[in-house]
């Protein structure tokens, strides 16, 4: 499922997709020439403080202002008709004034290769009026902004972890984060006495004192119980809203029910 609200088309290779517009796909009059911005970190904003005579900077924390993307792209018709369509249905796409839409792209070695999306609105265009649009080709940049930085993969990924009945031997969930940013995932326990969730790879664990179905909300640090009612108070002393780091984890689910219990942890994949 994408999360932009519905199922969306899986891009091809080398492909972009914006307003509707597709750009690079083998068939198309529009194809790209570069992108620009996307593997770049955008421009830090930080909160350091001067120090007053003493040496250095008081270190405070570091943000991310919006991400800037350049599309240059070539426009190519094999006939008049042709030529001024695709120019038209770029002009379109790319108006000024609109909204922030998702730029959906697929390049092998980012994003993980997968599809991936950041939303963004036009801020500038430019095209040279030349010899070569005369004859149907025209290059144009396009130059967009994100006011949120972070680029997110188009569908989540979800890991089923389940309890033991013959402990020590607890089943352990393996799955290798590949965003830049850590993931903080919403995690469902459709019934459980107890839960407890730990990542052996970091001793982190997250544990609550109730029984009944749950939902933990990393990102909203917020717990919901069986009847839509917070129960964050419920959590254990201790414990650490689940957070995981680009790399390997290994999670592991205990519960004090007799039965097997199965959460499915989730989130999307982002990078920066």
């Given at each position: 499922?994408?999360?932009?609200?519905?199922?969306?088309?899986?891009?091809?290779?080398?492909?972009?997709?914006?307003?509707?517009?597709?750009?690079?796909?083998?068939?198309?009059?529009?194809?790209?020439?570069?992108?620009?911005?996307?593997?770049?970190l955008p421009e830090v904003r930080t909160s350091d403080l001067v120090l007053v005579q003493r040496d250095g900077l008081w270190a405070g924390d570091d943000y991310?202002?919006?991400?800037?993307?350049?599309?240059?792209?070539?426009?190519?018709?094999?006939?008049?008709?042709?030529?001024?369509?695709?120019?038209?249905?770029?002009?379109?796409?790319?108006?000024?004034?609109?909204?922030?839409?998702?730029?959906?792209?697929?390049?092998?070695?980012?994003?993980?290769?997968?599809?991936?999306?950041?939303?963004?609105?036009?801020?500038?265009?430019?095209?040279?009026?030349?010899?070569?649009?005369?004859?149907?080709?025209?290059?144009?940049?396009?130059?967009?902004?994100?006011?949120?930085?972070?680029?997110?993969?188009?569908?989540?990924?979800?890991?089923p972890v389940t309890t033991s009945l013959t402990p020590p031997t607890d089943p352990v969930s393996r799955f290798t984060v590949v965003g830049s940013v850590p993931?903080?995932?919403?995690?469902?326990?459709?019934?459980?006495?107890?839960?407890?969730?730990?990542?052996?790879?970091?001793?982190?664990?997250?544990?609550?004192?109730?029984?009944?179905?749950?939902?933990?909300?990393?990102?909203?640090?917020?717990?919901?119980?069986?009847?839509?009612?917070?129960i964050s108070s419920l959590v254990v002393e201790g414990s650490t809203w689940p957070e995981y780091e680009y790399g390997e984890h290994h999670l592991r689910l205990?519960?004090?029910?007799?039965?097997?219990?199965?959460?499915?942890?989730?989130?999307?994949?982002?990078?920066?």
């Amino acid at each position: 499922m994408s999360q932009l609200g519905g199922i969306m088309a899986e891009l091809e290779n080398w492909t972009c997709e914006y307003g509707g517009l597709l750009m690079g796909a083998p068939d198309s009059a529009i194809s790209l020439v570069q992108v620009d911005g996307l593997l770049t970190l955008p421009e830090v904003r930080t909160s350091d403080l001067v120090l007053v005579q003493r040496d250095g900077l008081w270190a405070g924390d570091d943000y991310l202002n919006g991400r800037a993307v350049t599309l240059t792209v070539e426009v190519y018709g094999r006939d008049q008709t042709e030529f001024a369509t695709a120019l038209a249905g770029l002009q379109a796409a790319f108006r000024a004034g609109r909204a922030e839409l998702p730029l959906r792209f697929r390049f092998p070695g980012l994003a993980g290769g997968r599809t991936a999306w950041v939303r963004v609105r036009p801020r500038k265009r430019s095209a040279p009026l030349d010899l070569n649009f005369a004859y149907g080709v025209c290059n144009v940049a396009i130059e967009l902004y994100a006011t949120d930085p972070k680029i997110y993969a188009d569908s989540s990924r979800a890991v089923p972890v389940t309890t033991s009945l013959t402990p020590p031997t607890d089943p352990v969930s393996r799955f290798t984060v590949v965003g830049s940013v850590p993931a903080k995932p919403v995690i469902d326990i459709p019934y459980a006495t107890n839960p407890r969730i730990t990542d052996d790879v970091t001793d982190a664990f997250f544990a609550l004192t109730y029984s009944g179905r749950v939902r933990i909300d990393s990102a909203k640090q917020t717990v919901i119980g069986s009847m839509n009612e917070d129960i964050s108070s419920l959590v254990v002393e201790g414990s650490t809203w689940p957070e995981y780091e680009y790399g390997e984890h290994h999670l592991r689910l205990t519960a004090d029910d007799t039965a097997v219990v199965t959460a499915e942890v989730s989130w999307v994949e982002a990078w920066t």
